[in-house]
């Protein structure tokens, strides 16, 4: 179990710190950030401070979880958990907003979002149980670098779903029980 928590760890690290990157690696990016932000519910007067605060809080993430696993995973847990809120409150309103989530980007909001979010929250729970049971650090040099380059698959799949989506998509959507081809 040592080996699995590393790999939540380096996962979930990687994905934060991917994601707190995108944001803020151009003006451009945490504008879409921000407006991303306002369109999923936030009002415009805060749109700026949530977007701060939720950068903020994924450096903490993955600060935390490299020297004190237990708060930090505690702190994706949190974290995740409004991000998959604001997900789930767009989808079922029906607004239209692009998914932000590792900076500027136009893929709307839609289910694989909510997957991933989702499978990053169960991880993240795991990992803090674990973490909480009490899981021995571990000491193998190669089953470190093995959990080492499961998280970097992992994250590497999570932070390119949008591209994995458009990649896999085969241009049908389901509507109202009838399938349709969209414009190609």
């Not at 996962?11 to 950030?33: E, H, N, W």
């Not at 709307?108 to 979002?113: A, N, S, V």
């Not at 991933?116 to 909480?132: F, P």
Request: glycine share 10%; charged share 15%; with cysteine.
């Amino acid at each position: 179990m040592a080996y699995v928590l590393l790999a939540v760890r380096v996962l979930v690290g990687i994905v934060f710190v991917a994601s707190a990157t995108g944001k803020v690696r151009s003006a451009a990016a945490f504008r879409s950030f921000e407006d991303s932000a306002h369109s999923m519910g936030v009002p415009a007067r805060l749109s700026r401070s949530v977007a701060v605060a939720v950068i903020a809080g994924e450096c903490a993430a993955v600060v935390l979880l490299a020297v004190w696993p237990v708060p930090g995973f505690a702190l994706t847990v949190l974290l995740l958990a409004a991000f998959t809120t604001g997900i789930v409150r767009t989808l079922r309103s029906g607004t239209k907003a692009s998914c932000a989530c590792f900076g500027a980007s136009t893929a709307p909001i839609g289910r694989r979002h909510l997957v991933r979010n989702t499978a990053l929250l169960a991880l993240a729970a795991l990992g803090m149980a674990a973490g909480l049971a009490g899981t021995p650090t571990p000491t193998e040099a190669a089953g470190i670098l093995v959990a080492a380059f499961g998280a970097l698959v992992g994250a590497l799949l999570v932070i390119f779903t949008d591209e994995l989506g458009v990649l896999f998509d085969d241009g049908t959507r389901q509507t109202s029980g009838r399938v349709r081809r969209s414009a190609p």
